[in-house]
């Protein structure tokens, strides 16, 4: 979806590396997220965001950090790159309706991560 | 344990037929369950929302339906065509929470 950028597409970075992954959306929406897909375990969350000012853990945070920078912006930072956070990393939007339950989520393209 | 479950092994199907996937959930009880695209390389796209008091949806050639006593949701594509082949992804919602829970996908293939 154009609306949700990320960058870079690829990485490849070695282990003890810090690197930033990050989002950029034009739907004017709230809340945003960070998903990490591997195979056969599907998307999981590492963090969530429903406003600038609101930053949450989603089930697996450890070894991840994220800024919002603005509404429009969530990135997410691996401090030390390990082997295992080799990944494909997306970035969603979301924007609740009415009722506050109904929501679609919007993805970016995904970030190819290898960590050596 | 809590657990979403889709097939793992692709679908293989002709062009033309009904293709049908499967999504099973276990020890939630979700408010909503969601069906996604996920076509090589991209992200995942929306299509088709279901509520928990919902039997059945309907969008073009897509139809959902949701079983709460069976704990399971049915994705159905009829005439399927090749450009339907992708990865497609249920997701469940809770009222609890703000989270969607996403299965592993199913691969459908569709052959000429």
């Known amino acids: 979806d154009a609306d949700v950028t990320q960058t870079p597409r690829n990485r490849i970075t070695k282990t003890g590396k810090r690197i930033m992954l990050e989002c950029s959306q034009t739907?004017?929406?709230?809340?945003m997220y960070w998903y990490r897909q591997d195979p056969g375990l599907g998307l999981r969350l590492i963090y969530y965001?429903?406003?600038?000012?609101?930053?949450n853990k989603g089930e697996i945070s450890d070894g991840y950090s994220v800024s919002r920078q603005a509404q429009a912006k969530f990135s997410l930072s691996l401090e030390s790159a390990i082997p295992n956070q080799t990944a494909l990393y997306f970035c969603?939007?979301?924007?609740?309706?009415?009722?506050?339950?109904?929501?679609?989520?919007?993805f970016g393209p995904g970030t190819r991560l290898l960590v050596l | 344990s809590q657990k979403i479950e889709q097939n793992s092994e692709a679908l293989n199907i002709q062009e033309g037929k009904t293709a049908t996937l499967t999504c099973n959930y276990t020890n939630y009880s979700p408010a909503y369950l969601q069906w996604y695209r996920q076509d090589p390389g991209r992200g995942p796209v929306f299509l088709l929302l279901?509520?928990?008091?919902?039997k059945e949806k309907r969008k073009e050639r897509l139809k959902v339906t949701f079983d709460t006593t069976l704990k399971q949701s049915l994705f159905h594509i009829t005439a399927s065509q090749p450009a339907d082949s992708a990865t497609y992804l249920c997701?469940?919602?809770?009222?609890?929470?703000?989270?969607?829970?996403f299965g592993s996908g199913t691969r459908l293939l569709v052959r000429p």
């Open positions: 739907k004017g929406h709230d809340r």
């Open positions: 997701a469940l919602r809770m009222d609890s929470s703000y989270k969607l829970i």
């Open positions: 279901i509520r928990e008091n919902e």
């Open positions: 969603a939007t979301s924007d609740p309706s009415g009722s506050g339950i109904q929501e679609t989520q919007y």
């Open positions: 965001s429903f406003d600038v000012k609101d930053i």
